[in-house]
């Protein structure tokens, strides 16, 4: 509730209904005054963010103290005192993946030093290894330009790794491979339009030069598991359902359970999850900072809690018994895993394609 003074007049202006105490029975409107101040409007927005930050930092002692209990008490109709779960969920998601994002960011330096290293390392043999298999036909314009771009590139070439799908041959017979992007593209180019790979193929190679070490050393892969990274808070968010689905399945015979109240149940484990992570990787960066062992058994304690916080989680909102309660946690981590497994296929493909 506000602080500011209410209007003499008791219809709503929000939908003219007649009010009856502070607020409008019809819509929540507060029936007060419309005319405020720059202090009142500084005043409001302090109460609100201090009521938000009281509402969450209540909630999540909640969880952590209770576990179980405030999606038990939101499902209930008690939820004046905590904060929405949506609400809650979407803040500390943000904060957790904005603190992520931040402490595995990559070094390009560091990376593409690491790249131009292992280049200059096997270069020489790759050479070598290409003149041999070259023999006697090396006097084949092709192959002996295919010989000078692998000289002269930085990027390492490995004849075991490429395989059959860097096989080509042109429109006047010449065969030869595909050392990179372009050279691939040129050829392409070169082929009457009825006898060019189709757009599946062309993905496919643009993924193989962009992701396989033979052409571009860790970069292509650490470009990849950036993009999965990346997409995680998606995948996460798109998992919730499917986690809120295997509750409703497990506890099919629980009728007085709807699907909303699993769902409930699944968006205050997510905060708690996302907290319990924050605890785990500021304390691992810690360790790696400091060295002390303390940091390292606070890191192995946090990961230990996640699952015995989910079971007692079980325990406490179904209210079944602990062997029953038990064997439905064993299935319910086992379920769930393989959806993140098929999710994460799904976004890491989606990832792949999108180079």
Same mark, same amino acid.
């Given at each position: 509730?506000?602080?500011?003074?209410?209007?003499?007049?008791?219809?709503?202006? +929000?939908?003219?209904? #007649? @009010?009856?105490?502070?607020?409008?029975?019809?819509?929540?409107?507060?029936?007060?005054?419309?005319?405020?101040?720059?202090?009142?409007?500084?005043?409001?927005?302090? *109460?609100?963010?201090?009521?938000?930050?009281?509402?969450?930092?209540?909630?999540?002692?909640?969880?952590?103290?209770?576990?179980?209990?405030?999606?038990?008490?939101?499902?209930?109709? /008690?939820?004046?005192?905590?904060?929405?779960?949506?609400?809650?969920?979407?803040?500390?998601?943000?904060?957790?993946?904005?603190?992520?994002?931040?402490? +595995? /960011?990559?070094?390009?330096?560091?990376?593409?030093?690491?790249?131009?290293?292992?280049?200059?390392?096997?270069?020489?043999?790759?050479?070598?290894?290409? #003149?041999?298999?070259?023999?006697?036909?090396?006097?084949?314009?092709?192959? #002996?330009?295919?010989?000078?771009?692998?000289?002269?590139?930085? /990027?390492?070439?490995?004849?075991? &790794?490429?395989?059959?799908?860097?096989?080509?041959?042109?429109?006047?017979?010449?065969?030869?491979?595909?050392?990179?992007?372009?050279?691939?593209?040129?050829? #392409?180019?070169?082929?009457?339009?009825?006898?060019?790979?189709?757009?599946?193929?062309?993905?496919?190679?643009?993924?193989?030069?962009?992701? +396989?070490?033979?052409?571009?050393?860790?970069?292509?892969?650490?470009?990849?598991?950036?993009?999965?990274?990346?997409?995680?808070?998606?995948?996460?968010? @798109?998992?919730?359902?499917?986690?809120?689905?295997?509750?409703?399945?497990?506890?099919?015979?629980?009728?007085?359970? *709807?699907?909303?109240?699993?769902?409930?149940?699944?968006?205050?484990?997510?905060?708690?999850?996302?907290?319990?992570?924050?605890?785990?990787?500021?304390?691992?960066?810690?360790?790696?900072?400091?060295?002390?062992?303390?940091?390292?058994?606070?890191? &192995?304690?946090?990961?230990?809690?996640?699952?015995?916080?989910?079971?007692?989680?079980?325990?406490?909102?179904?209210?079944?018994?602990?062997?029953?309660?038990?064997?439905?946690?064993?299935?319910?981590?086992?379920?769930?895993?393989?959806?993140?497994?098929?999710?994460?296929?799904?976004?890491?493909?989606?990832?792949?394609?999108?180079?």
């Amino acid at each position: 509730m506000s602080h500011h003074h209410e209007r003499a007049d008791k219809e709503c202006l +929000n939908c003219h209904a #007649q @009010v009856i105490g502070r607020f409008c029975h019809v819509c929540g409107q507060e029936n007060i005054e419309t005319k405020e101040s720059f202090w009142t409007l500084t005043s409001h927005f302090v *109460y609100d963010l201090l009521h938000f930050d009281g509402q969450f930092f209540h909630t999540l002692g909640a969880l952590f103290r209770r576990p179980g209990f405030v999606a038990r008490e939101y499902v209930a109709g /008690k939820r004046a005192s905590y904060l929405h779960p949506i609400r809650m969920y979407l803040f500390t998601s943000a904060v957790f993946f904005l603190l992520f994002f931040s402490l +595995n /960011k990559s070094h390009p330096n560091e990376r593409s030093s690491t790249a131009v290293q292992l280049t200059q390392e096997d270069r020489r043999k790759m050479a070598a290894e290409l #003149q041999a298999a070259v023999g006697h036909t090396a006097a084949d314009s092709a192959l #002996q330009g295919m010989i000078a771009e692998l000289r002269d590139t930085t /990027k390492r070439l490995s004849l075991e &790794s490429i395989g059959r799908i860097n096989d080509y041959t042109t429109s006047t017979g010449v065969r030869g491979r595909y050392v990179s992007q372009e050279k691939y593209d040129s050829v #392409q180019h070169a082929l009457p339009p009825a006898k060019r790979d189709g757009w599946l193929t062309r993905r496919i190679m643009a993924m193989n030069f962009t992701f +396989n070490p033979a052409y571009n050393g860790t970069k292509g892969i650490d470009t990849l598991k950036e993009m999965i990274v990346h997409r995680l808070p998606y995948m996460l968010f @798109v998992s919730l359902p499917f986690f809120a689905l295997l509750l409703k399945l497990l506890y099919v015979r629980r009728k007085n359970f *709807y699907y909303s109240d699993h769902a409930v149940f699944t968006l205050y484990h997510y905060i708690l999850s996302f907290v319990l992570l924050l605890l785990f990787f500021g304390s691992s960066g810690l360790h790696t900072l400091t060295g002390w062992r303390v940091f390292s058994i606070l890191r &192995s304690l946090f990961l230990l809690a996640w699952p015995v916080y989910l079971f007692i989680e079980m325990k406490k909102f179904y209210g079944q018994g602990y062997l029953k309660t038990f064997g439905k946690f064993i299935l319910l981590n086992f379920l769930a895993s393989l959806v993140l497994g098929i999710l994460f296929f799904i976004f890491s493909v989606i990832s792949a394609f999108q180079v």
